[in-house]
């Protein structure tokens, strides 16, 4: 298995992967050309890193890291880490876990303070494996959705 940067012909295989369930079945439209642009927006963004882990040829996992600059924490820089997704026939194998130390150290290797996550309140299993990393449900996290 290994971790690299995404390429726009990984494009299917990652949107695939973030339909891959319950939630993202009926927020995701694969095909959408809207991923495109999206996927363009974050390969020019030097503070955007979108991996996939592959493994024979396959993509088996992705996850998006953004590293945030912040004045608290002393002007301390955060990674965030979004749309972790590993293939259904991938998961329990510890690739999760693989792709989230690496994560963890490419935050480190920017000099972040703090690396940070949210998880869908219906995702229990996923909140129990952040927690097995070391992450703590310190904060309680809001959102708006804005429609065009």
């Known amino acids: 298995m290994i971790l690299r940067r995404a390429t726009a012909a990984d ?4 949107v695939a992967l973030l339909a891959d369930d319950m939630l993202g079945t009926a927020r995701e439209a694969p095909g959408d050309p809207a991923y495109v642009a999206a996927f363009a ?7 955007q890193f979108l991996a996939v882990a592959e493994q024979d040829g396959r993509v088996v996992g992705c996850l998006q890291l953004s590293f945030i600059p912040g004045l608290s924490h002393r002007g301390a820089w955060r990674g965030q880490v979004e749309s972790v997704r590993i293939a259904a026939d991938q998961r329990g194998s510890g ?4 792709m989230l130390d690496w994560a963890i150290g490419q935050c480190r290797d920017r000099g972040c303070r703090l690396v940070q996550l949210t998880t869908d309140k219906s995702r229990a299993e996923a909140r129990r494996f952040y927690e097995s990393l070391g992450f703590v449900a310190s904060h309680e996290g809001m959102k708006i959705t804005l429609r065009p």
């Open 95 to 98: 690739l999760g876990r693989r």
């Open 11 to 14: 494009l299917p295989a990652i």
């Open 41 to 47: 927006a974050i390969e020019a963004d030097p503070n």
